[in-house]
């Protein structure tokens, strides 16, 4: 990518699409039904999501210790949390439960970070690259709930 303010840089564009290899390969062990060590692929997957939605809202922690204390603070804080909030209980629901909690999670914590990037608060090629994550994030989950017809 170039040095525009709006181009979003290498690192973080392929890092990102690194990250979503798991999405889509334990997405298609569900669908193909191959076995996983330790596990079932959709245990995995529900696993992995929780992890990936935790850092997320870590991104958000991260934009709030990096302006200024203002009106909004506790807004900012709060919502950086509720993603590791979610993740971690939405493990010990019923696998089809617990992957749609974390897709609609996902897509929701999209929406707070577009709205950030519309306030400023976080550069614009950030919500670019979490548009087109997140898009694949939620197809992929959706992809394993559908998919999913019991322990794999």
Sequence with gaps: MTDSRNDIPRPALILGLAGLIPFFGLSA??????????????????????????????????LAVA???????????????LPALVAWPALFLPITWALATLSVTFASLLGYDLWTVRRGEAPEWYGQLRLGLTAAVVLCLTFAILANRGPV
């Design 67 to 81: 302006r200024p204390v203002r009106k909004g603070a506790w807004r900012a804080y709060a919502v950086s949390t």
């Design 29 to 62: 062990a569900i669908a193909l039904r191959v076995q996983t060590p330790y596990g079932s692929a959709s245990l995995w997957l529900a696993a992995y999501g929780a992890i990936i939605l935790s850092f997320m809202g870590g991104a958000q922690w991260g």
